[in-house]
């Protein structure tokens, strides 16, 4: 697999941050990611509902993507943010349920880049994760 750079990753994440449905927040949400399994990238919007609980984020869409192409090991996710005048919004972090979900497939060491704000490890954010134990 064809090793992306960031710059790569971010061009791909402001893509699908164009193809966002926000209507409510105005905040358009693309993300990019890379899994050892699969090739290249893929992406995820952010798609409101006006019942707010159901709204999916775009790293999650992006993940859910992946895995659907048979991706299992998270290596490395892109965000950006883009306001409703189309300006960047780099002050973002993945919220609580797409870090549960990047631990899931990825690590502690896996690459969270932010648009904007620079290089984050998922255990920046995220350094006790819930871990399912039988």
């Known amino acids: 697999m064809a090793d992306h750079s960031d710059d790569d990753l971010l ?6 941050g164009e193809r966002a449905y926000a209507p409510y927040s105005g905040w358009h949400v693309g993300a990019a990611v890379v899994f050892a399994e699969t090739a290249g990238h893929h992406v995820g919007a952010n798609v409101e509902n006006g019942s ?8 999650r869409s992006a993940i859910f993507a992946a895995v659907v192409a048979g991706g299992r090991r998270l290596t490395r996710v892109a ?3 883009r306001d409703g005048k189309g300006a960047l919004v780099a002050k973002i972090a ?3 349920a797409c870090l549960q979900v990047i631990s899931e497939f990825g690590g502690p ?9 620079g290089s984050f490890r998922l255990a920046d954010f995220l ?3 819930f871990e399912f134990t039988s």
């Open 127 to 129: 350094p006790r994760p």
């Open 79 to 81: 965000i950006t943010c």
């Open 94 to 96: 993945p919220c609580g």
């Open 11 to 16: 061009v791909a994440a402001r893509r699908a």
């Open 52 to 59: 707010y609980g159901l709204t999916i984020c775009a790293e």
């Open 109 to 117: 060491d896996t690459s969270i880049l932010i648009d904007g704000r």
